[in-house]
Structures are given as structure tokens and as C-alpha cells.
């Protein structure tokens, strides 16, 4: 039922689930009614070098042991004499049968004194072998005296985790389980244990209380268990306000699955010779040296490994695709005129970089790009002023040396985008860049972005997203202005844009937009009953579903046939 009901996981547990005699046919049985994997909750104990073999051949993707200390000490606990010991011997059986074997311990009073020292023991044991340490809190036990309130637990689940990043084990929480990350204060570094996602902060067993109202996760944690605060009360809070930590608790998964997730992000364009193209934009980094509100990129991630970079590169030049080297920001990576060099010599379109070109007032780094190869910038300049630039960007000081930077690329390359994402903060300047532009670097194009709520790590709230109605006018204008300059300007027809039904018509030919790929956004986009009448819904991508959420649909206005013909 499991699988026919769309779980592409399946895990087998109990109890103890070796105790099946027919256990090796459960596995082969779920992988044939199609699982895509099937793993295993075990206490290992019964699991032998020839249980192990036959497992991994039935298809036993992987083991999660239940192993909660460091030595037979945990015999009195699990009331299993030589069971410690038995449990290790199962893990040896199967990481020598080649099956991933992950650990999950119990926090509770018997185990908290030791707990810390259980990622160095299986790292010397394992030499490393062990993936992952999952730690859970329960809200039930037959000895109730064995519970933890959430402030003790707290504190025995950051001491494992900096003895776990000490010896480089990764630890998580177990899904659903634990303490929601107010009870560490503002300690950046548990924030990893946790994966929030918007939606999340609805459980029945749950609840939230006054200390949650102004948390900036609140729409994804659920708050405190309904056991937990019956029984010891609320414990400590330290509601979570700072962006940065916010976004670092906001994942999907692990960290690796999340970095491999957005390396490359697929897109696709227009070249005004050569036509419709597709793109890969590939993030050489995560980090940024400025923290803009709007950008959805996980910027507290790791970089990815070299050679996935490289592999991303490679792939994209054989599939014929442009490669854009972006981030975070790009310039922080060692080794980024390697990359261009590399994306140059593999593809036959221009190469380009997405930067806020801030190291770019450098010009020894300007000439270093030029000569590996780069042929285009997209720059990111979210203000006409130090003031509202900084702030937007929220990192003093560095407006002045994008400007510089600009100053450097218009000089030295063929083709300049600079990029304005219009948010609550810069609105009111958006005619004032488009005069910069027009005079400090006329050859440049200038691109047009709309804020968006576009992932989990954006935030749905009007001080950041105005509404459509609220920037048309400025808009208008703008768009008057940049034709009375000469400036060229676009952007409004890629995802980052605006709904092409609010676009001022008159300044934009959609006719020549081309259609849109079916689930090409991969369900980012939404498109209400407005736009079935819509001359353009098979050109436009819709409205974000965030924005839905946030403001609603009713600003769409629907475009007739004659408007799309007449191109106005």
C-alpha cells in the first residue's frame, strides 16, 4: 500500500524487524512492487556476515542501528546482555556486504551523561564508515523518569553535535523529533541538525505559544509537543530572528542532497541571432559577501566539490547549452578563471558570469577573466545610491565598489547586464537607475527583476514583496525614460518578471516571445483562472505561487488577441 500510494522510500521496522524469518523476501517483495528504495530500522544485533549479503542482494538500499553509547555500559540500558557488542559486529557485517549504515540514539536521561562521546567512538570504530548520527528526543516512555525536558535535551544535543563536527561525523535530528531550534539561543552552529520547510508548522500534536508569534520560522516549525508542555512546561526560548539563521534552518534535506540540488539551475533565453537557447546557471559557490533579503539561493551552503563543478561544466558544454558561472557570488571561488577557462573551451556560446562585482574594482581580476575567456557580466546593482543599495544588500560600504567594478567590466567586455530587482526598499529609485545606467555606462543593458518569494528561504511579507499594483506607475516610468535615454531594457519575460499581462504593452512586442515549455518551472508558477483568457498564457509563466499566497491573483488583467497582434 505504501508504494501504490506514492512513497518512493520504504522502511522496514518494528520492534525488531530481523526477527522475521522471511525478511530478505520483504525487501526483494517492496523492491519489486517498485519502491525505489528500502531500508531497514534495526538494532543490528541478529544481522551476521551471511544476513548482510543476502539483504544487500534483495536490494537494502540502507541500515538505520539503533545504538545509543559508546560502550557495554548500554547493555543495562537495553536490558540485552552482550548486545553492544552484538550491534557493532552487525554494523561490520554490513558495511562489509557494501550497505550504507546510518546511526540513530535515543536522548534520555540513561544516555545523556555519554551521548557526547558516541560520534568520536564511531569514527574511530568505523573509520569514518558510519554516515550520519541521528539524535531522538522522545515525548513517551514506559519510565517516565527517563524523559528529558526540552532545555536538558537541548544542551546534551549541542554537546554531541561540536564533539560530532570535531571528528567530522554529520548529526541530524531524527524527522519529527527533538526540540525546535529556539531552545539553543542563537547558536548558528545546531542550526544544520534541522531541515524547515514552509508548511511544516502544522502538527496536531503541537502547538505554538506567545514566545512564537514574531519567530521568523514559525510558518515552518511546529512549536512544542503538546506531551512535552504538559509535562515540564515551556522551556527557553530564544525566538528566531536574524535572516541568516533563519535561512540556515530552511532546508529540504541533508546538506549534500541541497548543494547538489542547486549547482546547476536550468533556464532558458532568447539570443537576438541565434534564438531560443537553453542555459545552465552553475553555482561555483553559495556564499556571498552580501545578504540581500530576496535572493533564494542557500547562501549557508558549502561550495560544491571541484570536480562537480567541473562535471557541471563539462555536461552543459556537450549538451550544447550556454554555461553561466554564478553563486552566492562567484569572485569568492580560488579557482574561477580555471572555470571560465574551462567553460570557454567546452561550449560555443558566450560565457557568462552572474556577480555583484564587487571584487571586480580589483582590475588585475577584471584582466585575469577578460584573457581566460569571459564574455559577458550580469551584475546585480539594486539602488542608484550608497544608501539604498547598501541597505538593500545589507553590507555598508560595498555599492561604491560594485559601481567601480561596473566601470571596470563596461571597459573591458562585450556585453553588460545590470540587474535591478525591484523590492519595497529600492522602488522609489528605480527611475533614478535608469538615468545611472543611461550615463555612466550607456552600452549596458539593463534588466528589469521583480522580488518574488521563490523559495522557503525568501520571505512572504509585504515589507519585502510590494504588490504588482504598487510598482506598475514607477515602472511606466521608468520604461519612458530608459526609451527617451536610448537605454536598452528587458527582463520582464524570464521567470524573475513580471506576469506579461501588467508589462506597460506598448514597450514590448510579446509576439516575439516564445512559447513556454510545458512544467518548465517545475511548479514554481501558477496560473489562475484569469489566464485562461489569456492571449499570452502560453508565452507567460504564470505568477509565483508565494506571491498567490502573499497578495493574491486579483491584479491580473488579461490580454486580448488584437493587443498580441497589434504588439501594443
Known sequence: ????????????????????????????GARRLGAEQVALASNATLIDPALARALGAAGLARV??????????????????????????GIDALLAAGIPVDVEAVVVR???????????????????????????????????????????????????????????LPVKLAPGSGPPPCVHGDEPRVAHLY???????????????????????RDRCP????????????PTMTPIRGDRLRRRLSLISTIAAQVERELIQANRDRHPVRGEYAEDIIRVVFQCNQSCRFCFVSTHLPAAADEAIEAAIRAAGAGGRKITLSGGEPTLHPRLLEFVRLAKSVSTWPVQLQTNAIRLADPALVQG?????????????????????????????????????LDRLHASIPVLQINFVICQANLHELCDWIVLLAERWPRALANISFVAPSTDVVPREHALVPLYTEVLPRLAEALALA??????????????????????????????IP?????????????????????LASRCHGVRRGYVALHGEGELRPVAAAAVLDGG
Open 64 to 89: 538505520v542501528v539503533n545504538l545509543a553509547g559508546d560502550g557495554p555500559w548500554l547493555d543495562e540500558l537495553t536490558r540485552d546482555p552482550g548486545g553492544h557488542a552484538a550491534t557493532l559486529r
Open 110 to 168: 540513561s544516555t545523556a551523561a555519554r551521548l557526547a562521546l558516541l560520534p568520536g567512538f564511531l569514527r574511530e570504530r568505523f573509520a569514518g564508515a558510519v554516515r550520519t548520527l541521528f539524535l531522538v528526543v522522545p515525548e513517551r516512555s514506559p519510565d517516565e523518569a527517563e524523559l528529558l525536558d526540552l532545555d536538558a535535551a537541548g544542551a546534551v544535543i549541542r554537546a554531541v553535535e561540536a564533539n560530532a563536527r570535531r571528528v567530522g
Open 195 to 217: 531541515a524547515l520547510t514552509a508548511g511544516g508548522g502544522a502538527r496536531a500534536d503541537h502547538v505554538h505559544i506567545a514566545a512564537c508569534d514574531d519567530c521568523g520560522v
Open 223 to 234: 512549536g512544542l509537543s503538546r506531551e512535552s508542555l504538559r509535562r515540564f512546561g515551556a
Open 515 to 535: 512559447e513556454l515549455a510545458p512544467g518548465f518551472d517545475g511548479g514554481e508558477f501558477v496560473k489562475p483562472a484569469a489566464c485562461s483568457r489569456c492571449s
Open 483 to 512: 526609451a527617451d535615454r536610448g537605454l536598452q531594457i528587458g527582463g520582464f519575460e524570464s521567470m524573475c518578471g513580471l506576469p506579461l499581462c501588467l508589462v506597460p504593452r506598448s514597450l514590448e512586442r510579446f509576439a516575439a
Open 1 to 28: 500500500m505504501a508504494v501504490e500510494g506514492g512513497a518512493r522510500e520504504v522502511v522496514l521496522g518494528g520492534g525488531e524487524p530481523t526477527l522475521r524469518r522471511d525478511l530478505v523476501a520483504l525487501v526483494a
Open 369 to 405: 577573466l577578460v584573457a581566460a575567456g569571459l564574455d559577458e557580466a550580469f551584475v546585480s546593482l539594486h539602488g542608484a545610491s550608497a544608501a539604498v543599495a547598501d541597505a538593500v544588500t545589507h553590507a555598508p560600504g560595498t555599492f561604491a565598489r560594485t559601481v567601480l567594478g
